[in-house]
């Protein structure tokens, strides 16, 4: 698809999320953000969700067919996950993932563009359960991504706070820290986040269970993808129980985090991955 006359549409969305990284890093680092300037960024990111969204969706729903692959993938996450930000921002303090969110998305974006992807079976996209599996497993993995981006902002909080993080006094980074909320606070926000993302992770697991038993007849195969999602679920039910019994916080907390995030990307990103670039195979 051609906009204003240019072919590489699919590079638009990234080239629009560093320009925003850039505008906002022209603010002065000590001073406050004023109502005006903060709704106007709002408005700048809802633009370019909406020129992002045109994108993937024209870099899956293609001339041949549903097509979708690792890159899609990842670029779809970080949109929902940017989206989650977006509307959450106005109601929570978490202005300090919008360095993140945006980073991410302005990576991920591009990755369509380099990696077509692969042509998915007629016969699945048409199935009700493959539609409902994808967009709970889409919508739980996008928030789970915020609530790993958050879990590696509080780490870097906590080092500083500790000293084990070297930080020039009066920098951008030492302010951007400064302004962050406690870190109390900070760790009250990402459980309310991984609450939520596990009970949509929940039923994008149980849910693929369906779907594997509606499809080919079996309800579980154990291959790589589904032992990942498996072992990401546990390891998320494993914090919360830990957090809810003996109320687990912390470095510890922020580690088992990371780690049920790795093996969810393992599950969802890195199989297609192997398969589509590794491997090469449709």
């Known amino acids: ?28 680092k000590a001073k406050l953000e004023t109502s005006l300037f903060t709704a106007l960024v709002q408005a700048a990111i809802f633009f370019v969700l909406l020129i992002h969204g045109v994108a993937l969706h024209d870099s899956v729903f293609t001339p041949q067919g549903f ?24 109601f929570l303090p978490i202005s300090s993932l919008r360095w993140l969110s945006l980073f991410f998305a302005m990576i991920f974006a591009a990755l369509p563009a380099l ?19 994808f967009i709970v497993a889409t919508i739980s993995v996008g928030l789970l991504s915020l609530a790993a981006m958050h879990a590696m902002l509080m780490s870097l909080q906590d080092r500083a706070l500790h000293r084990q993080l070297a930080i020039i006094p009066n920098s951008r980074a030492a302010h951007w820290l400064e302004e962050l909320p406690p870190l109390m606070t900070m760790e009250s926000l990402l ?50 129980v830990a957090r809810w019994r003996v109320g687990l916080r912390g470095r510890a907390a922020l580690r088992w985090v990371l780690s049920a995030y790795t093996a969810l990307l393992l599950a969802y990103v890195g199989s297609r991955f192997v398969v589509e670039v590794i491997l090469q195979r449709t």
């Open 1 to 28: 698809m051609d906009i204003l006359g240019y072919s590489s549409y699919g590079w638009l969305p990234s080239t629009l999320y560093l320009l925003l990284l850039l505008v906002l890093s022209l603010k002065p």
């Open 67 to 90: 097509v979708f692959g690792f890159a899609q993938d990842l670029s779809l996450i970080a949109w929902v996950g940017l989206a989650f930000y977006w509307f959450q921002s106005w």
């Open 115 to 133: 990696f077509p992807g692969v042509l998915i079976s007629p016969k699945a996209v048409s199935d009700p359960w493959f539609k409902g599996h």
């Open 191 to 240: 459980f309310n986040l991984l609450y939520v993302g596990f009970g949509l992770l929940s039923l994008t697991v149980f849910s693929g269970l369906l779907f594997s038993q509606a499809l080919f007849g079996k309800p579980l195969v154990f291959d790589h993808k589904t032992i990942f999602a498996l072992l990401s679920w546990c390891l998320f039910a494993g914090l919360l």
